[in-house]
């Protein structure tokens, strides 16, 4: 069955930068992009950015732009999100997700467990 | 940015109650619209994307309909396990956004 596995919770101190992971199963790592999408505490979900798994291409949102960065490693069906720079605002849940669409669209059809990022002095 | 505005922000409803929250987009985003139920302390699931299409697996009470700026979702029949916040999505354009969600609760 398809899984996405992340990385476990983090706390960083203001300034600092942050890597997560997302291990994918069950399905063909590279035949999907993956994309990032992140939670705060009682907000809705909030779109970072893609990535094609099997060129490598992004999309990043203009918000994040200079940032975030989406890279994977197809050796491994694993991709990761680091962001720099962090801010006390940057505090969520971070989540990878598949796109289940092959075509311009996207949707979210398997999300990972999600990793907790704290920002705290 | 597309703006993605949800109504109600919230409601109250029972077992086998007909549900119907509501998305507009900001500007026409075709079809380019899914939506997703969220338990607390779970992940988004999928429910219904393009507008319409029935995500596998999702039962038949979720339906979708909609085009160009103004969508819904309708539970036919409202199920214990309904009980959530519910967002749309939209793919049309980078930045892809979210709505500010729906939560159904117990009545």
């Known amino acids: 069955q398809v899984q996405l596995v992340q990385s476990g919770a983090e706390v960083k101190k203001p300034g600092a930068s942050v890597k997560v992971s997302c291990k994918a199963s069950?399905?063909?790592?590279?035949?999907?992009?993956t994309h990032w999408v992140r939670q705060a505490p009682g907000q809705g979900p909030e779109w970072m950015g893609w990535?094609?798994?099997?060129?490598?291409?992004?999309k990043y949102a203009p918000k994040f732009q200079g940032r975030v960065t989406l890279t994977r490693d197809t050796s491994s069906s694993t991709a990761y999100m680091e962001l720099s720079g962090l801010r006390s605002d940057d505090t969520a849940l971070y989540y990878c997700?598949?796109?289940?669409?092959?075509?311009?669209?996207?949707?979210?059809?398997?999300w990972g467990q999600g990793t907790l990022v704290t920002v705290s002095s | 940015d597309i703006q993605m505005t949800q109504s109600p922000s919230s409601l109250s409803a029972s077992v086998g109650d007909r549900v119907t929250i509501t998305c507009r987009a900001s500007?026409?985003?075709?079809?380019?619209l899914s939506w997703y139920h969220q338990r607390p302390g779970r992940a988004p699931k999928l429910l219904i994307y393009?507008?319409?299409s029935l995500q596998s697996g999702v039962p038949s009470r979720f339906s979708g309909s909609g085009s160009g700026t103004d969508f819904t979702l309708t539970i036919s029949s409202l199920q214990p396990e309904d009980f959530a916040t519910y967002y749309c999505?939209?793919?049309?354009?980078?930045?892809?956004?979210f709505g500010q969600g729906t939560k159904v609760e117990i009545k």
């Open positions: 997700a598949r796109d289940g669409s092959h075509t311009a669209m996207s949707y979210f059809d398997y």
């Open positions: 069950g399905h063909t790592f590279t035949g999907y992009y």
């Open positions: 990535i094609n798994a099997n060129s490598g291409d992004t």
């Open positions: 500007q026409s985003i075709s079809i380019y």
């Open positions: 393009a507008a319409s």
């Open positions: 999505h939209q793919s049309y354009s980078t930045p892809q956004t």
